[in-house]
């Protein structure tokens, strides 16, 4: 389908439209790079992380205490911090003292407490052993070369200090997506109040911040708007962010109105539609396009309806699946909700209905004002419930959960 079709062509089904993006997104996915186990945090790894040593890699002491060999009294013939390599314990009845992380000298075969340990009149050491292994064995938590996380996953604080503690200097991650934003539509102030026929652009600060959330990286100077109300601005505007990015957001203009351009624009850049309209409300004129650029690499394009409401859908149901894909990460899983009150279906649509969800119980409640050009009632939900075509939300019904990219603490 290029971009001469116009849109006549059937809505594609929304949960199809999202694993067409995921689809599309992997068979573009970004080239991993080499980065220091530091910088990766946030990135997908690219490499199954399998441990380069045993875990722990020799016996430690899991106390401060004397690591003692055969039975009591023991006289103490050393000391053992963390960070030696001691010497064996050659005789029974000798002893030394290890501290916590302590390499457990050879010969040794049992930990005594300090707190549970007492002096003889002659100066050697004594106390009743635990039942309990006081040491770490080698291994006990992985064995060399154990897969431990496999390609794919998502690079959090927890990988980081994982990958380190068993041999990492570098990770090969998928790094974040490029992504450029061009704004659409002459009526917009960027500063002060609305008025006078004119409204304020809400989606020049709100739809980068997503991006970023969503896992993009977003350079100074790749918001780029208002771009004037022409078909040969908006060419300009879209192919100079195909030469910086990897993905291009662009917001209106998806619809075939008077000073709608996206259509057209996409054709003189030889665009090939991915999805060219979804049947969910809000959002029904989102669209993704993709270019293949002089390097033969694909790079994409998602038309986001100018509604602001509708823009944030598309980015929900199309970008973030696309993203993922293009991270080389699984195409992001739907919890459920049990909805607390009755939300009408939309027909043949799927219904994406903002919901605020109480934490304690997981139930999910409406939100109100929620017009598809108002970002009151997205300012306060959690994210949307999913109405499938053809059906009504009962009160009790469980229902698919599609989040918003929220961080903790936010929306308590
Ligand atoms: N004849 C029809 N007209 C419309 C239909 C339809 O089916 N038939 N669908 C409506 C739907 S649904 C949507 S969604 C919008 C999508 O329109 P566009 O993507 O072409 O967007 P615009 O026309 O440029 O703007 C729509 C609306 O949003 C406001 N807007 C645009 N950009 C911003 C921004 N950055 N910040 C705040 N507000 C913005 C703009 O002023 C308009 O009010 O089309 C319907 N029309
Ligand atoms: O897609 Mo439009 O969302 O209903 O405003």
């Given at each position: 389908m290029t971009a001469e079709t116009v849109a006549t062509t059937a809505p594609t089904a929304w949960d199809r439209a999202r694993t067409l993006m995921h689809e599309a997104g992997r068979a573009g996915a970004l080239a991993p790079v080499e980065v220091p186990v530091d910088d990766a945090d946030g990135l997908t790894l690219a490499q199954d992380l399998v441990t380069?040593?045993?875990?722990?890699?020799f016996p430690t002491s899991s106390v401060d205490g004397f690591a003692v060999r055969g039975p009591a009294p023991w006289r103490v013939v050393g000391k053992v911090l963390a960070g030696n390599s001691p010497a064996p314990l050659a005789d029974d009845g000798t002893a030394v003292e290890i501290a916590t992380g302590g390499m457990l000298p050879p010969g040794a075969d049992a930990v005594l407490r300090v707190e549970e340990s007492t002096r003889t009149p002659d100066g050697r050491i004594t106390g009743r052993l635990r039942e309990t292994v006081e040491w770490r064995r080698p291994g006990e938590e992985a064995e060399l070369g154990e897969l431990l996380i496999p390609a794919g996953t998502p690079v959090d604080p927890g990988v980081l200090g994982l990958a380190a503690s068993c041999g990492y200097d570098t990770l090969a991650v998928r790094p974040r997506p490029r992504a450029a934003v061009r704004i659409f539509g002459d009526?917009?102030?960027?500063?002060g109040p609305p008025g006078d026929g004119r409204v304020r652009d809400a989606l020049g600060p709100n739809v980068p911040a997503l991006l970023r959330r969503y896992g993009c990286q977003v350079a100074p100077g790749a918001v780029v708007g208002p771009?004037?109300?022409t078909l040969d601005a908006h060419v300009a505007a879209i192919r100079s962010a195909l030469a910086e990015a990897d993905l291009v957001c662009t917001t209106g203009g998806t619809m075939h109105g008077p000073v709608d351009h996206l259509h057209p624009a996409l054709a003189a850049l030889g665009a090939e539609y991915l999805?060219?309209?979804?049947?969910?409300?809000?959002?029904?004129p989102m669209l993704v396009a993709r270019v293949t650029g002089d390097d033969g690499r694909a790079r994409f394009i998602a038309g986001l309806p100018g509604n602001p409401q509708s823009a944030l859908v598309a980015l929900a149901s199309l970008v973030e699946p696309l993203l993922a894909g293009l991270r080389g990460r699984a195409l992001p899983a739907l919890g459920t909700v049990r909805l607390a009150e009755p939300v009408p279906g939309r027909g043949d649509y799927t219904h994406l209905a903002l919901v605020h969800v109480?934490?304690?119980?997981?139930t999910a409640r409406p939100v109100r004002?929620?017009?598809?050009?108002?970002l009151r009632g997205l300012a306060s939900a959690h994210g949307f419930a999913a109405i499938a075509p053809g059906t009504s939300g009962e009160a009790g019904a469980r229902v698919p959960f599609v989040p918003l990219p929220l961080l903790p603490g936010e929306r308590p």
């Open positions: 380069l040593t045993s875990l722990p890699a009526e917009l102030l960027v500063q771009v004037e109300d999805v060219n309209t979804v049947a969910v409300r809000p959002g029904f109480d934490a304690a119980s997981g004002h929620v017009g598809s050009a108002m």
